[in-house]
């Protein structure tokens, strides 16, 4: 069967080939309704799938659609889990839970936010404490979310941001922008102030097995950066954590680490590794973010300035409205069948590795 199959053209059909999968291998589904509606008014919800007994010690997560518009890969990930058999007979006390669209929102509208402009993978901060504050972006606000979007507009923008890396650093630019702000709801990579739906939401997929998981592994599903096609098995955890130790164990080199420098991304707050951790506070948790290339980084994150500018000031059915969400779409979602095929075998591959680390001992 060719990677292609696996794949979607819409968050409707995506849901649809996950439910069947599931049911086809005798999965248990659950689904979680999002109380907003999709594009053509269809239900969104983030449906889930358990196989094993239900009382496991260890358990692996597979996760998709933090980023809603990279829902089409992740989604393409754990359709081909299911159908190529690779749950069909698990390990003695393992169990999988593999968690469908969790910002099914974004994933609908090809959005990377959320209903609220939230970023989900800056959310899971501690509300109640002091954020930790984005310089660059604030010194840069006007120029990562304007207000105009046109070639002169953008030549103003990209001059300001040579500025700032000639000043800076390009790295130092890159965490201007991504890595997360919490004061500007009208901007990129916005954190919130409060927990969102999904943040609840993932709370209550996982909650009820907090006293009997000893031991998960969570396979976070992404695209956006990177080599084309490479999927970086990036380390969720930070040195001195109970899942660095394990990730090293199990990787070794193989992975990449933020405490090092060898990661794609910028250093985040607030992602979906604390959401699991906090669930399952009893559980020994080993968490990676599988992350694929697509484009260069400066093209996926103007598509991203772009598309934020279009849900605030622009139009969704004129020529520059289709072409911004297009090209959105295209920099997580490159339908190329080389891409398809790279990510499947290196999805399989990724799974073999963390199950191998989860019930070695």
């Not at 970023?119 to 105009?148: C, M, W």
């Not at 096609?229 to 990036?234: A, D, K, L, P, T």
């Amino acid at each position: 069967m060719h990677a292609r199959t696996f794949f979607s053209t819409s968050y409707t059909e995506a849901r649809g080939k996950f439910q069947d999968a599931v049911t086809a291998k005798g999965g248990k589904v659950a689904a979680h309704v999002n109380p907003t509606r999709g594009p053509k008014g269809e239900e969104l919800a983030t449906d889930t799938a358990w196989f094993g007994p239900e009382k496991a010690s260890r358990l692996l997560i597979g996760m998709s659609g933090t980023h809603g518009g990279e829902g089409y890969c992740g989604s393409a990930i754990q359709n081909a889990w299911l159908t190529q058999g690779h749950f069909d007979k698990l390990p003695t006390d393992t169990a999988v839970l593999l968690i469908h669209a969790i910002n099914p929102s974004g994933f609908a509208w090809t959005r990377r936010v959320n209903e609220d402009n939230i970023d989900l993978n800056r959310n899971f901060v501690d509300h109640t404490k002091p954020k930790t504050e984005n310089l660059g972006y604030r010194e840069l606000r006007d120029a990562i979310s304007p207000t105009q979007w046109s070639e002169e507009s953008e030549s103003r923008n990209k001059a300001r941001f040579a500025e700032y890396a000639a000043e800076h650093g390009s790295a130092a630019l890159q965490a201007a922008i991504t890595s997360g702000q919490y004061w500007d709801d009208e901007g990129v990579f916005y954190g919130g102030t409060r927990e969102t739906w999904s943040n609840r939401t993932l709370h209550e997929i996982l909650s009820p097995h907090a006293k009997t998981v000893r031991r998960a592994a969570f396979i976070d599903l992404h695209t956006g950066l990177g080599p084309y096609g490479f999927g970086e098995i990036m380390s969720n955890h930070f040195h001195g954590a109970a899942g660095d130790r394990l990730i090293r164990d199990w990787w070794g080199d193989k992975a990449t680490y933020f405490d090092d420098g060898s990661t794609s991304s910028a250093v985040t707050t607030g992602d979906t590794q604390l959401g699991v951790d906090r669930a399952l506070p009893q559980s020994e948790t080993a968490g990676i973010t599988l992350e694929y290339g697509t484009v260069p980084l400066d093209q996926m994150i103007d598509s991203v300035r772009a598309d934020n500018w279009l849900h605030l000031y622009g139009n969704l059915e004129n020529a520059q409205g289709r072409e911004i969400k297009s090209e959105l779409r295209a920099c997580f979602y490159p339908e190329h069948d080389d891409w398809k095929q790279m990510i499947i075998d290196r999805a399989v591959y990724t799974l073999d590795g963390m199950m191998k680390g989860l019930t070695q001992s």
